[in-house]
Antibody
Framework: QVQLVQSGAEVKKPGASVKVSCKAS????????IHWVRQAPGQGLEWMGM????????DYAQKFQGRVTMTRDKSTSTLYMDLSSLRSEDTAVYYC??????????WGQGTLVTVSS | EIVLTQSPGTLSLSPGERATLSCRAS???????LAWYQQKPGQAPRLVIY???SRATGIPDRFSGSGSGTDFTLTISRLEPEDFAVYYC??????????FGQGTKLEIK
């Protein structure tokens, strides 16, 4: 069925990097942009950026410029979000979400990233 | 950056009642670019309304969206037990930039 399945929870130390994956299935991979959205514990939703799976072009929220990299592997229909120089404030659930008419119609189940020394 | 402010922060109602949730933008937003999401504890958000007034696939018709410019509303005509959740509005702006409101918690009274 149509779904986005994300990788499992991660625990990282401050200063490290984390790479979260998001595998798409059930639809044409290259036809929909994918966004990454995060949610800190007990907080709201924060948009991080987006990738065009077809050509690989990206747009990042200014807050994350220089620290985030979004990539894709067309051979496996998988998207990746790499966040570097982690700090405690990056502790959050990270979601991938499919773009439909500038809203997000399909979401992954979320990946908890915990940053702790 | 466009800021979305949702009100009230918490709304306490009983099943069967009508819920009205507000989302106000700091600048005018194209109606095509305003969406609403429902999120239950431990779950990913779920798209409810897109384009300010179009229901997403599988969303019952007790949900409706309206508004334009800077003021948008999500209405649930008769609350069912499964409707109690947190609701977020979201807009798309140029750059590109996507922003969310801080959320309204709809709780059972």
């Amino acid at each position: 069925q149509v779904q986005l399945v994300q990788s499992g929870a991660e625990v990282k130390k401050p200063g490290a990097s984390v790479k979260v994956s998001c595998k798409a299935s059930g639809y044409i991979f290259t036809s929909y942009y994918i966004h990454w959205v995060r949610q800190a514990p007990g907080q709201g939703l924060e948009w991080m950026g987006m990738i065009n799976p077809s050509g690989g072009s990206t747009d990042y929220a200014q807050k994350f410029q220089g620290r985030v990299t979004m990539t894709r592997d067309k051979s496996t229909s998988t998207l990746y979000m790499d966040l570097s120089s982690l700090r405690s404030e990056d502790t959050a659930v990270y979601y991938c979400a499919r773009d439909q008419l500038l809203s997000f119609d399909l979401w992954g189940q979320g990946t908890l990233v915990t940053v702790s020394s | 950056e466009i800021v979305l402010t949702q009100s009230p922060g918490t709304l306490s109602l009983s099943p069967g009642e009508r819920a009205t949730l507000s989302c106000r933008a700091s600048q005018s937003v194209s109606s095509s670019y305003l969406a609403w999401y429902q999120q239950k504890p431990g779950q990913a958000p779920r798209l409810v309304i897109y384009g300010a007034s179009s229901r997403a696939t599988g969303i019952p018709d007790r949900f409706s969206g309206s508004g334009s410019g800077t003021d948008f509303t999500l209405t649930i005509s008769r609350l069912e037990p499964e409707d109690f959740a947190v609701y977020y509005c979201q807009q798309y702006g140029s750059s590109p930039q996507y922003t969310f409101g801080q959320g309204t918690k709809l709780e059972i009274k």
